[in-house]
């Protein structure tokens, strides 16, 4: 019963910061392939950051990159996203994902099985 729990989502103002984290639960035996999505109203989920399971691997999207920082914690597949200098543009449901079938899973969000309710980041301009 694997379950991932995102949270850290709220309201704040163009160039401030959020973090994010994602805890997953139910399968510890190993790590897991991590990931940020996030969607937009009308809009299709768009890739954020990747992490493999050590940690040496990481992706993020041209549109974060320099602003935002994924990480793993201390804990077993648990995971962080910290947001700097917030846009309005990265308004949006933050999701994380998850795969034990792989190392890393990359920009692709058919290689996670596994995914969070979502939490919503609204920034405001």
């Known amino acids: 019963q694997v379950q991932l729990v995102e949270s850290g989502g709220g309201l704040v103002q163009a160039g401030a910061s959020l973090s994010l984290s994602c805890a997953a639960s139910?399968?510890?035996?190993?790590?897991?392939?991590m990931g940020w999505f996030r969607q937009a109203p009308g809009k299709e989920r768009e890739f954020v950051s990747a992490?493999?399971?050590?940690?040496?691997?990481?992706d993020y999207a041209d549109s974060v990159k320099g602003r935002f920082i994924i990480s793993r914690g201390n804990n077993r597949n648990t995971l962080y996203l910290q947001m700097n200098s917030l846009k309005p543009e990265d308004t949006a449901v933050y999701y994380c994902a998850a795969d034990w079938g792989r190392i890393y899973g990359g920009k692709d969000p058919s290689h996670y099985k596994y995914w969070g309710q979502g939490t919503q980041v609204t920034v405001s301009s």
């Open positions: 139910g399968r510890t035996s190993s790590s897991a392939a």
């Open positions: 992490i493999s399971i050590s940690g040496g691997t990481i």
